[in-house]
């Protein structure tokens, strides 16, 4: 099955400074890759996400890139802010039946702390 | 536009009971997936629900079970708990013509003594 590794578990920045967050897949047949912001006491939150016949994606000052090649897609928030403190995990899924939704498996999550 | 809910938040339970734990999807979904996040780690998929059917299931036991209803809402039944079902357990609902996108409820905290 697939398994999706998340690197690193925790990053501290400084507001306005870049956040890199990395996942691996392992399955070739994944080709949806959603990313969720988690905070405290709440579910996932899908703030981006990028299907594999597309490189490169941006939402404002988030993006997220992938190198199917290589296995590995990676979240980018440029000038972050301390509300984009939360933990943040990517998934991977592979295409449903009729291209519908399938079972995401995810990776261990990031915790991202910005200091002011 | 109402969200994923899911009741009830909290539960507490001892070993050996039953818990039911219950979704309602987003407006406009008709597919439901279910997700056990243990403390500090990822979510993982338990099972998927459409058309009242499970269509997908992850590497749970048999103890884990689940029902869709015709208004699309569903219900997750695990039996015999053990102190390792002690998980927040997530709801995410799709709509099954426009692709994959799956939007997550606050989710409900099991405890297991």
């Known amino acids: 099955g697939e398994n999706v590794e998340q690197h690193p578990s925790t990053l501290s920045v400084q507001e306005g400074d870049s956040a890199v967050i990395k996942c691996t897949y392992s399955d070739s047949a994944s080709n949806y890759f959603p990313w969720y912001k988690q905070e405290l006491g709440k579910g996932p939150q899908l703030i981006i996400d990028i299907r594999s016949n597309v490189g490169e994606k941006k939402d404002q000052r988030i993006a997220v890139t992938l190198n199917k090649t290589a296995k590995h897609f990676s979240l980018h928030i440029t000038e972050t802010q301390p509300e984009d403190s939360a933990v943040y995990f990517c998934?991977?899924?592979?295409?449903?039946?009729?291209?519908?939704?399938?079972?995401?498996?995810f990776g261990t999550g990031t915790r991202l702390q910005v200091t002011l | 536009d109402a969200g994923v809910t899911q009741s009830p938040t909290h539960l507490i339970k001892t070993r050996g009971q039953q818990v039911t734990l219950r979704c309602s999807p987003k407006?406009?979904?008709?597919?439901v997936s279910w997700y056990q996040q243990a403390l500090g780690q990822g979510p993982q998929f338990i099972f998927q629900y459409y058309e009242e059917e499970e269509r997908q299931r992850g590497n749970f036991p048999d103890r884990f079970s689940g029902h869709q209803f015709p208004n699309y809402s569903s219900e997750l039944n695990v039996n015999a708990l053990l102190l390792g079902d002690s998980a927040l357990y997530l709801c995410a609902s799709s709509f099954s013509l426009l692709g994959r996108t799956q939007y997550f409820g606050p989710g409900t905290r099991l405890l297991v003594l």
């Open positions: 998934a991977a899924s592979p295409l449903g039946r009729g291209g519908t939704a399938s079972k995401l498996t």
């Open positions: 407006s406009g979904h008709d597919t």
